[in-house]
Every structure is written in structure tokens, then in C-alpha cells.
């Protein structure tokens, strides 16, 4: 029996994850954490019956603890709450999966308690990827990307010297708004952007598909992954989403990973690894039906978020931290109405271009410059 907890269980990924679950019965949930979304996290409290749950948000933790006290289930709220059920005594695997910067902690928990991570939180990586991979080496445990594009990655470097690998290539599928030009993207409503055309994703990151800002993300994550600088990882525009992603070999072999766009297979690849197991319920790749796999090389003016995840990957330090801090709240602000599709980028680079750099930051100055951000972004959207 292997048992598990999964951080941020009402989200996309947190509800495939607990679909893998029902299918094998050598899986058991120990806890389970969310943000505010009490009416679902009851309902997957009720039929998994977890030691632990968290809710984030404090009210609406008081409202689930009255609406399960027929169950023995404790819960606990705020980052006190999510960090307990990451370190929860009976879990061996953690699959954090919340969306933010609200991840690094927990997860930084959860290592020091000796439990294996499924990573499916980008920023913990991107903004903490100096303090997470020294501390994954130091208490020997594992750190298996959920990512469809990272799981690829770590999937086509299985049995193979590692050291050999020259370059790694992380596909696109371009998103919805793949060959246009900025004055195409003037007008764009949340609406249109939330339109993935392959992905069923939360909103978050589908609006990061849609500026490319999460390749960005995903090119800075790999690098901590991988051990292998930026200027090493090249993004390509795939629209079919079939290549997940690539590694070149120094002799030019090119070893790829491939599937339907189905976020559970990298879930269970997670979960059960080394092993690979039946996805009871996964499409197969038809090729007959499919015909042709083609590439593109990103347009990196009009999607000027990607150019800037390089920009930041390259400079390290804080600047990640900033990209992503800007990104979040540019995304938010846009799925609102307060600002406009192209003001994203826009707002990322006014922000990296006021931060004075941090070279080595600890986890205080990290959080601290995600404030700091925040608060420069708000004034900044104030001002113009």
C-alpha cells in the first residue's frame, strides 16, 4: 500500500490524481489540502477518508471541520495547516500540485520529513530551485516531475548517461493564439485565452499557455531539474502536443517521449515509478489517424514572456521570483478585467526591470521580494 498526500486536491491536477487513485486500490490518501472549494474537498474527504485535511482559507476550514464532524478526519487551515498535511506522519509520497508560490513551503516540509515529491508546482523549482535540489540530495529522497513536458524529459533520459545529454527540447503547443501577431492579440478577452486547443487545464495556466509565460517557467524548472543551463533548453512550437518533449544526445540522438495530451499519464508515471502501469481509462496515439508531427520556432516578440523566462533564467537569483510574482498578479489582474491581454508581459518586464538582484536569496528574501513585487505591480497598474 502506498500512501499519499496531495496539496491543492481540487485543482486539475489534484483531481486527476485522485482519479489514478480510484483506479488502484494499492493507493491510499492520507491527506489532502485545498484552497477555499470546501463543497468538492468534502465530497473527496467522504469517499477517501483522509487522516488529514487543509483548507487555506480559515473560514471556510471552520465551515468544513462543522460539515464533517461525523468524520474523524482533523482539519487544519493557513500555511500551519498546509505544512502539516505535507509532513503528515503516514505519507510516503507528497503530489503538490497548489498553484503559486504558496507550494515552496510545504514542500521544503515535506523534504525535511523524509517523503518523496510529485512535482507538479512549478514556482517551487523556479524560485526556490537553489535551496530544493541541495536539500532533495541531502535527506535522499525523490523528486519525480507531474509536468507533462518534465516528465518527457525525465522519461527519455531513463537509461542513459546523463552526462551525455547536450540539449533539451520542451515543446509547445503553441496555444490559442499560435501564429498571430501583436496587433492581432489587441482586443483579447479571458474568454478567448482560456480556450486551450489540446490541454484541459486551470486557468492560471492556461492563461500562461496563451502568453507562453509558463514555457518560460517550464525552462527554468528544467534547468534545476535537469542540471543543465538555459542557454541548454530550447523551446519548440509542437500544435499536435503528441511530442511531450526531447533530449539531443551529443552523438545527435534525439530520444523522445510521446502520448495523447492526457495529464494523467505523468501523474501515474509519478506515482508508481520506476514501474509503469495500465492507465485503465488513456486514449493510445493513433499515428495512422494522426499522420503528421510538425515544429515551429516560437515567435518570441510577439509572446515576449518566453524571451523574458530566458532573461530571468539566465540572471537567476530573485529575478525568477520576480517573473513569476509579476505573472501572477498580471494574470489575475487580466482574468478580472484590470488590464488587458499584452499588458502581462508588459507589467513582468517593468518588474524585472526595477528589482535590484538578490544573487543567493534565502526562503525569507524570496518571499519577500514575491511582496515586494506585488506591491510594485500594484502601483505600477496605478499609475498608467
Given at each position: 500500500?502506498?500512501?499519499i498526500?496531495?496539496l491543492?486536491?481540487?485543482?486539475?491536477i489534484?483531481?486527476?490524481?485522485?482519479?489514478?487513485v480510484?483506479?488502484?486500490?494499492?493507493?491510499?490518501?492520507t491527506a489532502?489540502?485545498a484552497?477555499?472549494?470546501i463543497?468538492?474537498?468534502?465530497k473527496?474527504?467522504?469517499e477517501f477518508?483522509p487522516s488529514?485535511?487543509c483548507v487555506y482559507?480559515e473560514?471556510?476550514?471552520?465551515?468544513l471541520?462543522?460539515?464533517?464532524?461525523?468524520l474523524?478526519?482533523k482539519?487544519?487551515s493557513?500555511?500551519?495547516?498546509?505544512?502539516a498535511c505535507a509532513s503528515?506522519?503516514?505519507s510516503?509520497?507528497v503530489?503538490?500540485?497548489?498553484?503559486?508560490?504558496?507550494?515552496?513551503?510545504?514542500t521544503?516540509?515535506?523534504?525535511?520529513a523524509?517523503?518523496?515529491i510529485a512535482?507538479a508546482n512549478?514556482?517551487?523549482l523556479v524560485?526556490?530551485?537553489h535551496?530544493?535540489?541541495?536539500l532533495?540530495?541531502e535527506k535522499?529522497v525523490?523528486?519525480?516531475?507531474?509536468d507533462?513536458?518534465h516528465?518527457a524529459i525525465?522519461?527519455s533520459l531513463q537509461?542513459?548517461?546523463?552526462?551525455?545529454?547536450?540539449?533539451?527540447?520542451?515543446?509547445?503547443?503553441g496555444?490559442p493564439?499560435?501564429?498571430?501577431?501583436?496587433?492581432?492579440l489587441?482586443?483579447i478577452l479571458?474568454k478567448?485565452a482560456?480556450?486551450?486547443?489540446n490541454w484541459?487545464m486551470?486557468?492560471k495556466?492556461?492563461?500562461?499557455?496563451a502568453?507562453m509565460v509558463n514555457?518560460?517557467l517550464e525552462?527554468?524548472?528544467?534547468?534545476?531539474?535537469?542540471d543543465?543551463?538555459?542557454?541548454?533548453?530550447?523551446v519548440l512550437?509542437?500544435?499536435q502536443?503528441i511530442?511531450?518533449?526531447m533530449?539531443e544526445?551529443?552523438d545527435g540522438?534525439?530520444?523522445a517521449?510521446?502520448?495523447?495530451?492526457?495529464?494523467?499519464l505523468?501523474?501515474?508515471?509519478?506515482?508508481?515509478y520506476p514501474?509503469r502501469?495500465?492507465l485503465l481509462?488513456?486514449?493510445?496515439?493513433?499515428?495512422?489517424?494522426?499522420?503528421?508531427?510538425?515544429?515551429e520556432?516560437?515567435d518570441?516578440?510577439t509572446?515576449?514572456?518566453?524571451r523574458l523566462?530566458y532573461?530571468a533564467g539566465?540572471?537567476?537569483?530573485?529575478?525568477?521570483?520576480?517573473?513569476?510574482?509579476a505573472?501572477?498578479?498580471?494574470?489575475?489582474a487580466?482574468l478580472?478585467?484590470k488590464?488587458?491581454f499584452?499588458?502581462?508581459?508588459f507589467?513582468?518586464?517593468e518588474?524585472?526591470s526595477?528589482h535590484k538582484?538578490?544573487?543567493n536569496?534565502?526562503?525569507?528574501?524570496?518571499?519577500n521580494?514575491?511582496q515586494?513585487?506585488?506591491?510594485?505591480v500594484?502601483?505600477?497598474?496605478?499609475?498608467?
Amino acid at each position: 500500500m502506498k500512501k499519499i498526500a496531495v496539496l491543492g486536491s481540487t485543482g486539475s491536477i489534484g483531481t486527476q490524481t485522485l482519479d489514478i487513485v480510484r483506479e488502484h486500490q494499492e493507493l491510499k490518501i492520507t491527506a489532502l489540502a485545498a484552497g477555499s472549494n470546501i463543497e468538492l474537498l468534502e465530497k473527496q474527504v467522504r469517499e477517501f477518508l483522509p487522516s488529514l485535511v487543509c483548507v487555506y482559507n480559515e473560514e471556510k476550514a471552520t465551515l468544513l471541520k462543522e460539515n464533517i464532524k461525523d468524520l474523524s478526519t482533523k482539519v487544519v487551515s493557513g500555511m500551519d495547516g498546509l505544512i502539516a498535511c505535507a509532513s503528515e506522519t503516514e505519507s510516503e509520497t507528497v503530489v503538490t500540485a497548489m498553484v503559486g508560490m504558496i507550494g515552496i513551503q510545504p514542500t521544503i516540509e515535506a523534504i525535511k520529513a523524509g517523503k518523496n515529491i510529485a512535482l507538479a508546482n512549478k514556482e517551487t523549482l523556479v524560485t526556490a530551485g537553489h535551496l530544493i535540489m541541495p536539500l532533495i540530495k541531502e535527506k535522499g529522497v525523490s523528486l519525480l516531475p507531474v509536468d507533462s513536458e518534465h516528465s518527457a524529459i525525465f522519461q527519455s533520459l531513463q537509461g542513459e548517461n546523463k552526462a551525455d545529454a547536450h540539449k533539451i527540447i520542451l515543446t509547445a503547443s503553441g496555444g490559442p493564439f499560435r501564429g498571430k501577431k501583436l496587433s492581432e492579440l489587441e482586443n483579447i478577452l479571458p474568454k478567448d485565452a482560456l480556450k486551450h486547443p489540446n490541454w484541459a487545464m486551470g486557468q492560471k495556466i492556461t492563461i500562461d499557455s496563451a502568453t507562453m509565460v509558463n514555457k518560460g517557467l517550464e525552462v527554468m524548472e528544467a534547468a534545476w531539474l535537469f542540471d543543465m543551463p538555459v542557454e541548454q533548453i530550447q523551446v519548440l512550437v509542437h500544435p499536435q502536443s503528441i511530442i511531450h518533449s526531447m533530449v539531443e544526445y551529443i552523438d545527435g540522438s534525439v530520444i523522445a517521449q510521446l502520448g495523447v495530451p492526457d495529464m494523467r499519464l505523468p501523474i501515474q508515471y509519478a506515482l508508481f515509478y520506476p514501474e509503469r502501469r495500465n492507465l485503465l481509462k488513456g486514449e493510445r496515439v493513433d499515428f495512422v489517424k494522426l499522420q503528421q508531427l510538425t515544429f515551429e520556432e516560437p515567435d518570441m516578440d510577439t509572446f515576449y514572456g518566453l524571451r523574458l523566462g530566458y532573461q530571468a533564467g539566465r540572471l537567476g537569483g530573485s529575478m525568477p521570483t520576480v517573473y513569476n510574482a509579476a505573472n501572477e498578479w498580471a494574470v489575475a489582474a487580466f482574468l478580472q478585467g484590470k488590464i488587458t491581454f499584452l499588458d502581462i508581459p508588459f507589467v513582468i518586464n517593468e518588474a524585472m526591470s526595477h528589482h535590484k538582484l538578490i544573487k543567493n536569496p534565502s526562503l525569507n528574501e524570496i518571499l519577500n521580494t514575491e511582496q515586494e513585487t506585488y506591491d510594485f505591480v500594484r502601483r505600477y497598474a496605478k499609475s498608467v
